[in-house]
């Protein structure tokens, strides 16, 4: 059968400040869905949360974009936001609602969405990837590496159907464009891209031995949108796994490594990405340090089954033990760059206003032999 996923997420209020979802909060957004199955929109779902994110995983028939999905997911938040987030008064309640003028689709209005539509296979397992305290450009080095890095992934050198190799599309999140680019081949152009993380994301790959989609993956940049900061863009993405797709094994190796991603600590700071159990889904050291969680399901006719907890393994011990030493490390910088993100980013951030306050007192170089004043 041909499904689709859709994994639709916001951050709408959250417990004990930007820290983590409320179990009420997912009790709604589980009967709203629920009630969504039971009308036939959705073939299943799964929520989660991703520190203080909401994620709505679902899957259906109807296609990517589709206006009944997207309105299904704005309800959703919107209910949570009005019902619990409200009432309760939970920290920043609604805050990723941004353009409250939904008519057909999420993408643009805070939310965001990594979908793809595609033919189930005889058997269709899949990981899922969601953090907290960081940005889309988060994805761009295990996507790399996953998709077109024999050193990690053993099945480009080994599997005929991932030596034809992959595309990647990459959107320009400052123009608004993107562009394909095929691994191996053009690998160091992608890599001239990806490593700008804040400019360029990931938004899907695809095989190229038959044109399959083999990942996918949320782009939003929420300053982009407000022309502020309202928090960082937490991401989301999913993985095919197995038979022709990089193996379970090779999609999680990346994650071995904590690799440095923005957004920490008012989005404003850099830290290594810890991937941690579902238990361990909540912000807490600095407001981090930015983190990750990872869902294995198998898709059975569009069913999810699972999910298998995929961070919740002794064999990433070494991984956040790494991790909370370079988070030590950075934070030792404290206001310093490169530990604070540099003059681009904090842009969206609410430092222009304390510069700006200091604006009038700046003279010109020319006087610089004056003494000063002290009055
Ligand atoms: C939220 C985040 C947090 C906040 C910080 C300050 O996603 O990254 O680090 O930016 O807690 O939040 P306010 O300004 O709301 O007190
Ligand atoms: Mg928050
Ligand atoms: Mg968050």
Redesign the pocket.
């Known amino acids: 059968m041909k499904v689709t996923l859709s994994i639709i997420k916001a ?1 709408i209020g959250s417990l004990a ?2 820290h983590r979802v409320h179990p009420k909060q997912i009790e709604l957004a589980q009967r709203l869905l629920e009630e969504a199955k039971s009308n036939g929109l959705l073939v299943d779902y799964h929520v989660t949360n991703a520190g ?1 994110d909401l994620q709505l995983i679902m899957t259906h028939t109807k296609g990517i974009d589709d206006g009944e999905i997207h309105g299904l997911a704005w309800n959703t938040f919107k209910r949570v936001t009005e019902e619990v987030s409200k009432p309760l008064k939970l ?2 309640a609604g805050q990723d609602l941004l353009i409250d003028a939904f008519s057909g689709n999420v993408r643009g209005l805070g939310p965001g969405v990594a979908e793809a539509e595609f033919e189930e296979r005889k058997s269709e397992p899949i990981a899922m990837f969601m953090a907290d ?1 960081t940005e889309p450009g988060a994805w761009n080095l295990p996507l790399y590496r996953i998709f077109a890095d024999p050193f990690n992934t053993a099945g480009l050198v080994i599997d005929p159907k991932l030596k034809a190799g992959f595309l990647f599309r990459i959107l320009d999140m400052v123009e608004g464009r993107f562009v394909d680019l095929k691994a191996p081949e053009e690998s160091y152009d992608i890599l001239a891209l990806l490593g700008t993380t804040g400019r360029y994301a990931v938004h899907g790959v695809w095989r190229r031995y038959d044109g399959e989609i083999a990942a996918a993956a949320s782009t939003t940049r929420l300053n982009f949108i407000a022309g502020h900061y309202v ?2 863009d ?1 991401p989301v993405m999913f993985v095919r796994a197995q038979a022709g797709f990089p193996a379970l094994g090779e999609i999680l190796e990346p994650f071995s490594f904590p690799h440095l991603v923005a ?5 404003s700071h850099v830290g290594p990405l810890m991937p941690v159990p579902l238990k361990y889904s909540q912000c807490t050291r600095f ?1 981090g340090p930015p983190r990750l969680i990872g869902l294995g399901f198998q898709l059975a006719e569009g069913k999810l089954i699972g999910p298998s907890d995929l961070f919740d393994d002794p064999a990433f011990d070494m991984t956040r033990a790494k991790a909370e030493e370079i988070a030590d490390y950075m934070r030792r910088h404290g206001p310093f760059m490169p530990a604070r993100l540099g003059p681009d980013e904090m842009e969206y951030t609410t430092l222009p206003q304390v510069l700006k306050s200091l604006e009038d007192r700046f003279k010109s170089s020319d006087e610089m032999s004056e003494k000063p004043s002290f009055d």
């Open positions: 951050d400040g930007h203080d920290y920043a305290k928090g960082k937490d957004g920490w600590m008012r989005g407001d």
